[in-house]
């Protein structure tokens, strides 16, 4: 009896680390931005041309918005770019952290948004 009450446990533990485990073909590029207006899109479409496949990996590219007042977050969506925006600016280690908790790539690199 007990044997069969530690299957469906077990099971569920299973399914919460498969789904908390990053995906380890993709490489997340961190990009925390305060009124990058001007340059975060060329930042963006530079880091869309590395050769991933020679790596065997995908990009997710996360710009992080410090609370820009110059539309840097929709400058960083139109150019393909995830974007987690802060209501509040917190400086770079606040956008980083919140950059890592939406990341979903087995390896984190950071870029400068300039």
Request: no cysteine; hydrophobic share 45%; charged share 25%.
């Amino acid at each position: 009896m007990i044997q069969a009450q530690e299957q469906p446990r077990q099971q569920a533990e299973n399914q919460h680390e498969a789904a908390v485990k990053p995906n380890r073909h993709v490489v997340t590029i961190l990009v925390p931005a305060f009124n990058e207006r001007e340059t975060i899109g060329e930042v963006v479409r530079r880091l869309q041309t590395i050769n991933w496949e020679a790596i065997q990996a995908g990009p997710e590219i996360v710009v992080i918005d410090d609370a820009s007042t110059d539309g840097t977050g929709v400058a960083a969506a139109r150019a393909g770019a995830v974007v987690v925006s802060r209501a509040r600016r917190g400086g770079k280690g606040a956008a980083l952290r919140d950059g890592l908790l939406a990341a979903n790539g087995a390896i984190i690199v950071i870029q400068d948004a300039d």
